[in-house]
C-alpha cells in the first residue's frame, strides 16, 4: 500500500474551496479508490495523507494537481506502508474563531495512528499555521 503525503497553497482566485463541498467530493471519490488519509484545510494551506492501492493514490494526485485550486505541491513523503495509519478519511478544517487549541488537539487525535514523522508533520503544520 502506498502512502502519500503532500502541501500545497490555495490559489487565489480560483474558485471556491468550501469545506462541506471538498469534503463530500473527495469522500465519494477515495471511498471508491479505497483510499483514506487526512487532508487538513485552513482556507490557504492543504496538508495530505492518502493511502491505499498505488495506482489509485497516484491517480488522485494526478487529479489534485490538475485542479486549479491548488498551487505550489511539494510531495513531503511517498511510502510504503503495511497497514493503513489514518484509517477511515477525515477532514480537519479550521474555521475562522475556532480556538486554536481544540483544533491542534484534533489534529493529534486524528493523526495518532500515523509514524512519528507523519504525525509530526501534521502536529507541526497546525502549530506553525496557528497563527496564519
Do not use: C
Amino acid at each position: 500500500m502506498l502512502q502519500l503525503v503532500y502541501v500545497s497553497s490555495v490559489t487565489p482566485g480560483a474558485g471556491a474551496t468550501d469545506p462541506a463541498a471538498i469534503l463530500a467530493v473527495s469522500r465519494a471519490n477515495n471511498r471508491r479508490d479505497a483510499i483514506t488519509g487526512m487532508l487538513y484545510a485552513d482556507g490557504g494551506r492543504f496538508l495530505q495523507a492518502l493511502e491505499g492501492p498505488p495506482d489509485k493514490v497516484e491517480a488522485a494526485i494526478d487529479r489534485i494537481k490538475a485542479d486549479k485550486r491548488h498551487r505550489s505541491i511539494v510531495i513531503l513523503s511517498s511510502r510504503e506502508i503495511e497497514t493503513r495509519e489514518f484509517g477511515e478519511w477525515e477532514m480537519a478544517h479550521s474555521t475562522p474563531g475556532e480556538d486554536a487549541d481544540s483544533f491542534i488537539a484534533r489534529i493529534a487525535k486524528l493523526a495518532a495512528n500515523a509514524s512519528p514523522n507523519v504525525r509530526a508533520t501534521f502536529e507541526g503544520f497546525a502549530q506553525a499555521r496557528r497563527g496564519a
